[in-house]
């Protein structure tokens, strides 16, 4: 019973803009750790998404399919285009999935987890004065705007490369509705799209404090710093994505 | 307070004896009973049912005897000193972590040995009959025999049958509780089964059911399986595969099989009857299970809904010629569409197997129950049934045809359709086909 | 810092029974309350509520069976009869009762004011209600699902089940799912951060233990069903072909899916229960629970091992031989931990001074009934005696006596036992004990005769039975036993309401217990604890009362590491209500906007209906029209501040 009752419990919490922050068990922030919580439950929402592609592989009835080669007026499917017996030109259907057009959006998707390292370090140090003689290097690397605008920018280009993956499979005949595949991809691709929509309007929402007020402080590097959590997150699942239903054929 | 706690496990107890009794009771009161030897595999699974159910009622013994015996003796008594608080034991936790560890050893070897056995390949020369599952009907071909019947499967004792099951629309599952476990249909995948029924078992039937439930008539999915004598099966079998009595096809083979019987007499039997010598004409002599050896619970007593009104008097009447017909004429297909969805076999052949979507009703009047196992089939039943089948069977996707009656597909009354007459006279012709 | 003995039921205490001054009343405080006691409050109403609903639905399904070939309903009202009664009790009973329990309970036991995210949980609460009503609506327009609580495709897609009745279905369970997600992610959070000071992870009640628990069931568990329904979703509204049969769906998809989610729903329905009765038992034994690390550490291994026994619900679908032993081993595995926590609870009694309260009597209860459950689960682990026994009125009987003799009478006994502290009166032992009898009886005389029907041939969700299949006298039996149950749950709702205003007035410490949400006020005050305690042990409140008899054990005493806050003190007993702006205490504001934003939730998903209805403009203007309001709540409640 005798504990002893520290009264100085308080300073070293007290940081960010002097609000009154709670006590705390672990000493890291509630969001953090919901934040954390969250993800989890997302891997298991990628999990059941990434299963279900892999168990509907193989199983479409028609084409187009992702690695074969197809026919549109018959079942007839093969490995290559040499392979493809007895369908006319005309009809032929090549494999839906382009793994350089798609290498280069996830190049871009990596390069902005880069950034957001970087963002997220710049917010941490903000306030540390710059070294004497900092070059354009330096000051480039302590605007938190210009990383955060960055990341976002970059999460902009992979949306858009899949819009265009997206256009240009539908013109090739393969929709949500047309067969397994195309369900499984279009709705495993297009969730973690969403993923990434919403990582870059959060990205924006950042962009948009850090402008008008200046993003600064603990609380705010926590901002950050969940955010940064989820976008590096939606990355890592891109990396399953992309070697699981792209490279793996 | 501490009014008799241990009153309410006098209950328990009993049940268990009761379980225990049950276990070994007759099948007069229970037909549907699990608790049989009637197969191969229900004579393995009974094997490790009694092993579960011997170390269960341990378990529930023992341990329900502890409980009511702690709270029994350690009820709270006016002046006791608080208990000694003791916050665990790491030798006796150890103990009863281990204890379930010794009473599931003896429970998963056989399980594994069993699934191993039960699951393997059904031994080559096996009888094959595959089952399709149809909302809500069970439709059972015989490859072997180029059969295919409805609802009621006949099997012979001592031989193995090997179902391969398949379902047309939704899952359903294969249960005929008397002989073995079940098995489900699943759509675009095939499932096995197959056990053998004893030798030495008795000519009875057994009542099965749809497991899996399958929509609005998912009760009504019922199915009778009748384990017959090897030869009853073949006599069965042949019949069942000829065409449908007085179709073109069937007076075509018999005339055939007449000029043959001529030339050939030994070899020329399109049915194989038991007596050896060829005696056609063939019709009707295939075997049935006789009607006077079905039991009580084969029988089905499900109620006709007193809205279904029928002039049974008219039923006597039926002109057997005139529902022929009324059912085979191409000229009375938009009135009598019945061979749209339903194949007799030797009749106009709209349709395969494959296709159709009703039962086949090549041997219809060979069968003791119809709309899946829901009434028993008899010139009554059949005739309401026609009028309107949806009002007897929740769901029945089968066409209204009684004029004046509601139709719940078409949402209006029936206008066009037939009179009673001219059902009695279809129900006449439907009799006919044996 | 009063040290006297557990007052007896009746005697007064300082302030029982009396909201302090200060405390919000009328309508408006509870739609806009973001206190975690009234929050677990209102899902205690609303799910006792749906209790009632989901026992009249139980009720009919059982007057139907009473005899063969019934004729009380038709089957198709028998199938969304028996498809509510599931949906019902499972995610609109079950759950919100055990989350009633989460919302009330964990706070007060781990010594916070709060969850972590106050205004977080009433949005939860919000949309589990309104995704209720959105369930439960079109069973009075005879247009309730009807694919069954497990809703195996195909039959649930557009190709078999055209109505809206599955759409209801589909969306509810995904509205559902948000709220417990929620939820669960505000619980993980509060237990790890929240804990007073010196409140370590292996000090915390019991009943927090398996909540936890059941928080990381939940969130690794929903995203599977969720990954299902948004499949069916696709499939009914945007014609995707997951389960679509001319395009070679795979059906067993939708099965694996559910079951990986379904059968850890199993112990996110046991756990808390478990946990309550983990609480009640060493109160009426007056020894604290024996063997704390094991029950800990078999709860997390029945969690563990939940995620990999799901296709034991498959052994029929044709698996092969290899996947069924695997499944077979795994599900007998979870006997064990099972196993030692019903021998821990005999063992927690062995000793003890039993006072047979209302509580009590559920508490026990639950370690009989749920014993037979456990052993006939261990029955059908076996897949080929399962082969006899899946879809039979076995299962029924077995899982019946997990959830109605586990969860359902654990609970009970939870509210028997808990309810001092949210009304600061006691429910009468009287009719209670009418209740636990009629219940107890009435549960055993419903559920056991199910082992018989199955087990001789009776499969479930038949709507009629034909004469002479030799289940009339179990049948029959059950309904019976129903009606004794209905009997009861009069009896316990007139208790409920009576007794807040009429039953004997309860003190802070109700029954003599041990842990911290006995130290308080009963009903807590506004901010629950003054000062937070210094947390020594596991049963803190008993170490204060009789430190003669704790002395020296294990779990006890101070730690030299135990980081405090200024506003944390040792450990004592608090007995006055005093106004929190007194105290100093920032309290959250009440808000409405959870409400609000919960609201357009569910409004912007009921918006597909229309598209079902063919009136595709309606339903984009509503879904649109949702969303930006939903947006806006969101907005409004992300950016007022939060105290």
Redesign the interface.
């Known amino acids: 019973m005798a504990t002893a009752v520290a009264t100085a419990g308080h300073d070293s919490h007290a940081e960010g803009h002097g609000e009154h922050v709670h006590y705390t068990s672990t000493g890291l922030e509630n969001r953090k750790i919901a934040v954390w919580a969250f993800i989890g439950s997302e891997c298991m929402l990628f999990a059941s998404l990434i299963s279900t592609y892999l168990i509907y592989k193989g199983r479409s009835r028609v084409g187009p399919w992702p690695h074969e080669w197809g026919c549109k007026t018959s079942a007839a499917v093969a490995k290559t285009r040499e392979l493809l017996q007895g369908c006319s030109p005309a009809d032929v259907m090549k494999p839906i999935l382009d793994i350089p057009v798609t290498s280069q959006s996830t190049f871009v998707l990596l390069m902005s987890s880069l950034a957001m390292v970087l963002a997220l370090a710049a917010v941490e140090t903000k306030g540390t004065p710059l070294p004497a003689g900092a070059g354009w290097w330096d000051r480039c690397l302590a605007s938190s705007k210009f990383w955060l605008m960055a990341t976002a920018v970059m999460g902009a280009t992979f949306l858009g490369y899949q819009s265009y993956e997206f256009t240009s499979f539908v013109h090739e005949g393969l929709t949500i509705k047309t067969n397994l595949f195309g369900s499984s991809f279009f709705t495993l691709t297009g969730f973690h799209g969403a993923h990434v929509t919403a990582g870059v309007l959060w990205l924006l929402t950042l962009f948009a404090i850090d402008v008008k007020r200046g993003l600064k402080g603990k609380t705010d590097v926590l901002l950050v710093d969940i955010c940064a959590l989820y976008w590096h997150f939606v990355d890592v699942v891109w990396i399953a994505i992309f070697t699981l239903i792209y490279l793996i054929q | 307070?501490?009014?008799t706690?241990h009153r309410?496990?006098g209950?328990?107890f009993f049940?268990v004896a009761?379980?225990l009794a049950?276990a070994a009771c007759s099948t007069q009161?229970?037909?549907?009973?699990?608790?049989t030897h009637n197969s191969d595999l229900?004579v393995?699974?009974n094997a490790?049912?009694d092993r579960?159910?011997f170390m269960?009622t341990g378990?529930?013994i023992v341990?329900?005897a502890?409980?009511v015996f702690?709270?029994f003796k350690?009820?709270?008594?006016p002046g006791?000193p608080?208990?000694?608080?003791?916050?665990?034991?790491h030798v006796?936790?150890i103990v009863?972590?281990m204890?379930?560890?010794f009473i599931?050893i003896p429970?998963?070897i056989p399980?594994?040995k069993?699934?191993?056995k039960?699951?393997?390949p059904a031994p080559a020369g096996s009888l094959q009959v595959e089952v399709y599952g149809h909302?809500w009907w069970w439709e059972f071909r015989y490859p072997q025999y180029g059969v295919t019947t409805a609802n009621e499967l006949y099997i012979p004792t001592g031989k193995t049958v090997n179902f391969t099951?398949r379902t047309v629309?939704?899952?359903h599952?294969f249960?005929a509780?008397?002989l073995?476990?079940?098995?489900?249909l699943?759509?675009?995948?095939t499932?096995?089964l197959w056990y053998t029924p004893n030798a030495d078992l008795a000519e009875q039937v057994f009542?099965g059911?749809?497991?899996?439930?399958?929509?609005?008539?998912?009760?009504?999915m019922?199915l009778r399986v009748y384990t017959v004598k090897p030869e009853n099966f073949e006599s069965w079998a042949a019949h069942q595969k000829a065409g449908a009595e007085g179709s073109p096809a069937l007076i075509a083979a018999q005339k055939t099989a007449d000029s043959i019987a001529k030339k050939a007499p030994a070899k020329a039997a399109i049915v194989p009857t038991p007596g050896g010598a060829p005696s056609p004409p063939v019709m009707n002599t295939g075997y049935v299970f006789p009607a006077a050896n079905l039991k009580?619970?084969n029988i089905?007593?499900?109620?006709i809904p007193a809205s279904m009104k029928f002039d049974d008097g008219l039923l006597a009447q039926g002109d057997a010629a005139a529902g022929h017909a009324l059912v085979t004429n191409p000229v009375n297909m938009g009135k009598a569409p019945c061979l749209t969805c339903h194949l007799i076999r030797g009749e106009q052949a709209f349709l395969t197997d494959d296709n159709a979507k009703g039962p086949n009703l090549t041997h219809v009047a060979s069968r003791h129950t119809f709309a899946g196992g829901l009434f028993p089939s008899n010139p009554a039943n059949l005739a309401r049934w026609i009028k309107n089948a949806t009002a007897m069977k929740?769901?029945a996707t089968m066409t209204t045809f009684g004029i004046g009656e509601y139709s719940s597909l078409m949402k209006a009354k029936v206008t066009a359709g037939l009179t009673d007459k001219e059902i009695a006279d279809i129900v006449a012709y439907l009799m006919t086909l044996k | 810092m009063a040290t006297t003995a557990a007052p007896a039921p009746g005697q007064t205490p300082t302030a029982g029974g009396s909201y302090a001054a200060g405390e919000q009343t009328g309508i408006w405080s509870w739609l806009a309350t973001v206190d975690h006691k009234r929050i677990g409050t209102l899902y205690l109403w609303t799910a006792l509520s749906f209790f009632i609903v989901g026992g009249i639905e139980a009720f009919i399904i059982r007057l139907q069976l009473m005899r063969?070939?019934g004729?009380v309903v038709?089957?198709?009202v028998y199938?969304q009869l028996f498809t509510m009664h599931g949906t019902t009790m499972v995610f609109l009973v079950i759950m919100p009762l055990s989350a009633a329990f989460f919302n009330y309970l964990i706070p007060l036991q781990i010594g916070a004011r709060d969850v972590a995210f106050p205004r977080l949980n009433a949005f939860s609460y919000w949309v589990y209600l309104f995704g209720g009503v959105f369930m439960t609506i079109p069973i009075f327009f005879g247009a309730a699902p009807n694919?069954?609580w497990f809703g195996?495709a195909?039959?649930t897609t557009m190709q078999?089940?055209g109505g809206l009745n599955i759409d209801f279905w589909v969306i509810g369970l995904q509205i559902l799912g948000i709220s417990s997600l929620a939820a669960a992610f505000n619980f993980i959070t509060t237990i790890i951060n929240m804990r007073a000071p010196g409140m370590t992870l292996m000090r915390m009640p019991i009943f927090t233990w398996m909540s936890f628990i059941v928080q990381f069931l939940l969130i690794l568990a929903f995203p599977a069903i969720t990954i299902a329904l948004v499949f069916l979703q696709f499939d009914r509204f945007f014609g995707t072909q997951f389960y679509e049969?001319a395009a070679?769906?795979?059906?067993?998809l939708w099965q694996h899916l559910f079951w990986v989610f379904g059968h850890p729903e199993v112990y996110i329905l046991i756990l808390p229960a478990f946990g309550l009765a983990s609480e009640i038992l060493p109160t009426f034994?007056?020894?604290?629970?024996?063997?704390?690390?094991?029950m800990v550490y078999s709860g997390i291994m029945i969690g563990f091992l939940g995620f990999g026994v799901w296709a034991h619900h498959m052994f029929?679908?044709?698996m092969?031989?290899t996947a069924?032993?695997i499944f077979?081993?795994a599900t007998?595995?979870i006997?064990?931990p099972t196993?030692?926590k019903?021998?821990?609870w005999?063992?927690t009694?062995?000793?003890?001074?039993?006072?047979?309260?209302v509580a009590m009597?559920f508490a026990?209860?639950l370690?009989?009934l749920f014993?037979?459950g456990g052993?006939?689960g261990?029955?059908h682990?076996?897949?080929?005696?399962?082969?006899?026994?899946?879809?039979?009125y076995f299962i029924v009987a077995h899982f019946h006596y997990v959830l109605f003799g586990g969860s359902i009478m654990g609970i009970m006994g939870g509210i028997y036992f808990y309810y001092p502290k949210m009304t600061g009166r006691y429910m009468s032992?009287k009719i209670g004990?009418w209740h636990f009898w009629l219940f107890?009886?009435g549960m055993?005389l419903t559920f056991?005769p199910m082992?018989?029907s199955g087990?001789?041939?009776?499969?479930?969700?038949?709507?009629?039975?034909?004469?002479?299949?030799?289940?009339e006298t179990f049948n029959f039996q059950s309904t019976i036993g129903v009606m004794i149950q209905g009997l009861g749950l009069i009896l316990f709702v007139y208790n409920f309401l009576k007794s807040k205003k009429t039953g004997a007035v309860a003190p802070g410490d109700a029954w003599g217990a041990g842990t911290l949400e006995w130290s308080i006020p009963s009903p807590p005050p506004e901010y629950n604890f003054a000062q937070l305690p210094v947390v020594t042990s596991r049963y803190p409140l008993w170490d204060l009362k009789?430190p003669e008899?704790?002395a020296g054990?294990?779990?006890s005493g101070p730690d030299a590491m135990t980081v405090t806050d200024s506003h944390a003190t040792p450990m004592h007993e608090e007995t006055e209500y005093k106004n929190a702006a007194d105290l100093g205490i920032p309290m959250p504001f009440p808000t409405i906007k959870p409400l609000f934003t919960a609201l357009f939730l569910v409004l912007m998903f009921s918006g597909l209906l229309f598209i079902h209805l063919d009136l595709f403009p309606v339903a984009l203007t509503i879904m649109i029209g949702c969303a930006a309001a939903f947006v806006g709540s969101l907005y409004g409640w992300l950016t007022s501040p939060l105290e």
């Not at chain 3, 070679?248 to 067993?252: E, F, I, Q, R, V």
């Not at chain 3, 034994?285 to 094991?294: A, D, E, T």
């Not at chain 3, 005696?385 to 879809?391: G, P, S, V």
Request: proline share 7%; charged share 15%; with cysteine.
């Open positions: 307070m501490t009014r706690p309410r496990h209950a328990g049940v009761a379980l049950l009161d229970y037909p549907n009973t699990t608790f229900n393995d699974v490790l049912w579960v159910l269960a378990v529930f341990v329900e502890i409980l702690t709270i350690f009820r709270a008594k006791a608080m208990p000694k608080q003791i916050h665990g034991n006796l936790e009863w972590t204890i379930p560890v599931l429970l998963a399980t594994v069993t699934i191993f039960t699951q393997a909302q099951l629309d939704v899952l599952s249960w509780p008397g073995g476990g079940k098995r489900d699943i759509t675009n995948k499932n096995y009542n059911f749809c497991t899996e439930y399958c929509g609005s008539s998912h009760a009504n019922r009580a619970h089905p007593r499900t109620p929740p769901g | 063969p070939n004729q038709s089957a198709e199938n694919g069954g195996y195909p039959l078999f089940s049969i070679g769906a795979d059906p067993l034994s007056k020894k604290p629970l024996f063997g704390y690390n094991v029929a679908v044709g092969g031989a069924d032993t077979s081993m007998m595995l006997g064990i196993g030692v019903i021998f821990n005999i063992a009694m062995w000793g003890g001074q039993i006072r047979f309260t009597k026990i209860a370690v009989a014993t037979i052993i006939s261990v029955m682990s076996s897949p080929p005696t399962d082969l006899q026994q899946t879809d039979t032992e004990n107890f009886i055993n056991f082992h018989f087990m001789l041939g009776m499969p479930r969700r038949i709507y009629s039975y034909d004469v002479g299949q030799g289940w009789h008899m704790t054990l294990a779990h």
